[in-house]
Structure formats: C-alpha cells, structure tokens
T-cell receptor, first 114, second 114 residues
Framework: DQQVKQNSPSLSVQEGRISILNCDYT??????FLWYKKYPAEGPTFLIS?????DKNEDGRFTVFLNKSAKHLSLHIVPSQPGDSAVYFC?????????????FGTGTRLTIIP | DGGITQSPKYLFRKEGQNVTLSCEQN?????MYWYRQDPGQGLRLIYY???????QKGDIAEGYSVSREKKESFPLTVTSAQKNPTAFYLC?????????????FGPGTRLLVL
C-alpha cells in the first residue's frame, strides 16, 4: 500500500519556466513533509520541508505548498534551471515519530530543456 | 571533506552467499539508516541505529543484519535468507533521529545476483 504517491514518473519543463512536482498521501497521521533531490550516482539530498501547521514554505526558487484537506503537496521551482534536472522524492513522517518513520514516494524525474 | 561513503558501488552476490555493504560517515552523527530502493518504489527502511551498539528493525528487515560497533560505521549484511536482494541500497545518517535533523545520504550500492 503506497501511502505516498508521486503519480508522474517524469516531467519536462522549459528552462526559465515553472516546474511543479506533485505528491499525494493517504495517511492522515502524516504531519511533516520533505522533498529530496537526487542526481544520478549520488544519494538524495534534502531540499525543503513543511510542517502540517503551515500551508506554504519558501526557500529561494523552491516553494512547497501543502493542502491538508486534499492530502496533497506540491513543489514549485521558479525559474527552472538546467541544474534542476534530477529525480525528486517527497517523503512524509508520521506524527510522534522521527526519521525512522519516513515514508517515501516513488520519485519524479524532472528534465529541464534548455 | 565530511560525508558518507558507501562501498562498493556495485556488488555481485552468488546464490546462498552472504554479502556485506559498507557505510562510513565522518559527520559525527549518532543516527544511521539503511534503505532499499526498487524500481517503481520509494525508499524503504531496512534497519536504523540511533546510537552506538544499538539498532532497530525497519519495515523490511527480514534477510538482513547490521552492526553498530563504532559511531562512524554501520555495515549491512545481506544474508542468504533474503530471497530477492537485487536492489539499490542507500545508507544515511543524521545528527539524531528527530525529524528536523536532516538525513544525509551516501551514493548507494547496487547489488546484483549472479
């Protein structure tokens, strides 16, 4: 049972435009969400996170939006740059637990077209 | 340079053989984790350790074993009891196991069965 879903395995976006990556979850006990970025032959690196008490968190070009009623979060990258081409994973944590209870999505491969 | 190293990059296992994947970190982190990634699936937690000489099973621990004799090292043994070991294995560490303590990932080891 995939509790965190990234329904788009891949996404292509023109350089300079907005990239929107989506993530849906089913477990209402999730209260903290993270996005990781992974380049080939490297491990994932942390990008941005959001707590369920917020609906938006911004860090430079990256903004994460959380819609609790829809159990949906999205990552916006504006403007998209060639270096953003990578696989993006969303992850969710169950309330009351730490990193040992992270549930990861299957990832979305983002390709930025120059 | 501080970071997490995993070796080898590729590992081949024969039927009935135990193999050990290495994970070393020089970040002085207390918590370490092993994840498995299969095609079309998110990362799944195999084992984690919050402190030296202590470790806990994750969601898919069957067929695996770990040790944590040193803070810097958290080797994972894939035993012959693991019937489907072919996967990409990622090691991670964090200062502690609280969710706000970012996990840092190694580059991964790809295990293949001959």
């Amino acid at each position: 049972d995939q509790q965190v879903k990234q329904n788009s395995p891949s996404l292509s976006v023109q350089e300079g435009r907005i990239s929107i990556l989506n993530c849906d979850y089913t477990n209402s006990m999730f209260d903290y969400f993270l996005w990781y970025k992974k380049y080939p032959a490297e491990g994932p690196t942390f990008l941005i996170s959001i707590s369920s008490i917020k609906d938006k968190n911004e860090d430079g070009r990256f903004t994460v939006f959380l819609n609790k009623s829809a159990k949906h979060l999205s990552l916006h990258i504006v403007p998209s740059q060639p270096g953003d081409s990578a696989v993006y994973f969303c992850a969710a944590r169950r309330r009351g637990f730490g990193n040992e209870k992270l549930t990861f999505g299957t990832g979305t491969r983002l390709t930025i077209i120059p | 340079d501080g970071g997490i190293t995993q070796s080898p990059k590729y590992l081949f296992r024969k039927e009935g053989q135990n193999v050990t994947l290495s994970c070393e970190q020089n970040l002085n982190h207390d918590a370490m984790y092993w994840y498995r990634q299969d095609p079309g699936q998110g990362l799944r937690l195999i084992y984690y350790s919050q402190i030296v000489n202590d470790f806990q099973k994750g969601d898919i621990a069957e067929g695996y074993s770990v040790s944590r004799e040193k803070k810097e090292s958290f080797p994972l043994t894939v035993t012959s009891a693991q019937k489907n070991p072919t996967a990409f294995y990622l090691c991670a560490s964090s200062i502690g196991s609280l969710i706000q303590e970012t996990q840092y990932f190694g580059p991964g080891t790809r295990l293949l069965v001959l």
